[in-house]
């Protein structure tokens, strides 16, 4: 079945411990990217990748590291969560020759940083 | 001002009715327009996108773009209680792979 999927689903941490949040597609898409998603701002893009190696900062990248080492990974890496970082977090991808826009979406990632 | 503006609603119209959602944008040289579709718990689904200038028909769903006007519009026909959900409009830049997206817009379609 072709699908994004995230892990863990759920997480509960503390400020400062450092975390993961995996994302992985099976579609072979080229872009990949990372959103966050708050009440009344809707979703806010993280960081994106055009491909392996090629990641470039969206609009709130600040906290966030990402990397892209093979196509079908693209970690979320929150080296110090502080509590403003509490979200629901999606991963998403578009294959090659759509725009950008034409987004496949994981099913989400709920963060809570106390 | 926000880069893509949208009314949060809710929206209420009833069964069989039309649902038109707006959309407007900041940013003259965004190129590509999308609308998503989100329901209560779940994750964002495409559900049209639009390139140039005009209408768009897919099935019960029509998008409608107006760049002079910084505008892009979803009217949902015959409206079914399925519908029900926040519709996400979102916007990409000629120049730029980001993506932004508008707060969303509650439609409630009542039986």
């Known amino acids: 079945e072709a699908q994004v999927t995230q892990n863990p689903r759920y997480l509960i941490t503390v400020t400062g411990k450092k975390l993961t949040v995996t994302c992985s597609q099976n579609m072979n898409h080229e872009y990949m990217s990372w959103y966050r998603q708050d009440p009344g701002l809707g979703l806010r893009q993280i960081y994106y990748?055009?491909?392996?190696?090629?990641?470039d900062k969206g609009d709130v990248p600040e906290g966030y590291k990402v990397s892209r080492k093979e196509k079908r990974n693209f970690p979320l890496i929150l080296e110090s969560p502080s509590p403003n970082q509490t979200s629901l977090y999606f991963c998403?991808?578009?294959?090659?020759?759509?725009?950008?826009?034409?987004?496949?979406f994981g099913p989400g990632t709920r963060l809570t940083v106390l | 001002q926000k880069e893509v503006e949208q009314n949060s609603g809710p929206l209420s119209v009833p069964e069989g009715a039309i649902a038109s959602l707006n959309c407007t944008y900041s940013?003259?040289?965004?190129?590509?327009f999308f609308w998503y579709r989100q329901y209560s718990g779940k994750s964002p689904e495409l559900i049209m996108s639009i390139y140039s200038n005009g209408d768009k028909e897919d099935g019960r769903f029509t998008a409608q773009l107006n760049k002079a006007s910084q505008y892009v519009s979803l009217l949902i026909r015959d409206s079914q209680p399925s519908d029900s959900a926040t519709y996400l409009c979102?916007?990409?830049?000629?120049?730029?792979?980001?993506?932004?997206f508008g707060a969303g817009t509650r439609l409630t379609v009542k039986p």
């Open positions: 979102a916007v990409n830049r000629r120049d730029n792979n980001d993506m932004r």
């Open positions: 990748s055009m491909n392996v190696e090629v990641t």
């Open positions: 940013d003259r040289v965004s190129q590509s």
């Open positions: 998403a991808s578009t294959p090659r020759g759509s725009g950008p826009g034409e987004q496949f």
